[in-house]
């Protein structure tokens, strides 16, 4: 995706969420992955992210406010990351947050490169595939049955702050309708 700017240091993101009814084969086989770490500061728009490559000794830290205005369409957000060393990470995480975590792997379907993330912990069960657009229109062109895909881009129970600071029980409950609204029942 090419970055737009927005102001002076904000950029907008424009992407697609998918829920997934399964894994795909394999996925959990390819090396080239990464372990996340996001907490969500309450009453904020800002997430502190720790990223581990699970095939080497990289790591990421950032601080990242992300937001959607008034004019911009679900599938668009204004994002800011600030890049951080391990000790500016340390100082924020002893912060108050709600946790997320989850593993993100690449994968291509259809010659769209998508990031799919296998979610941990509380949230174990949740499969979601964003793939970074273009245009909003791109979100159309997958075929999405060969892996149970649903569009859930405009669903604000699946963004990341929303997940991180939703009950155990919300979130079960909440994963369970929308599988069965969508004709998955789990």
Known sequence: MTAQRIGKYACLEVEARYLLTRVPDGLLNQPK?????????PDTLLRLRHMKSLSGDEEIYKLT???????????????????LSQAEYTLFAALEARILQKTRYPYTLQNHSLSIDVFEDRHQGLILAEMELEHKAEAGKLDLLSLGLKDVTADPFFTGGSLAMMTDEAFRLGLSQRLWEYGNLR
């Open 33 to 41: 992955c990464w372990h996340i770490t996001d907490r969500y500061f």
């Open 65 to 83: 406010q992300k937001y959607r205005s008034e004019e911009q369409s679900a599938y668009e957000t204004t994002i800011t990351n600030v890049y």
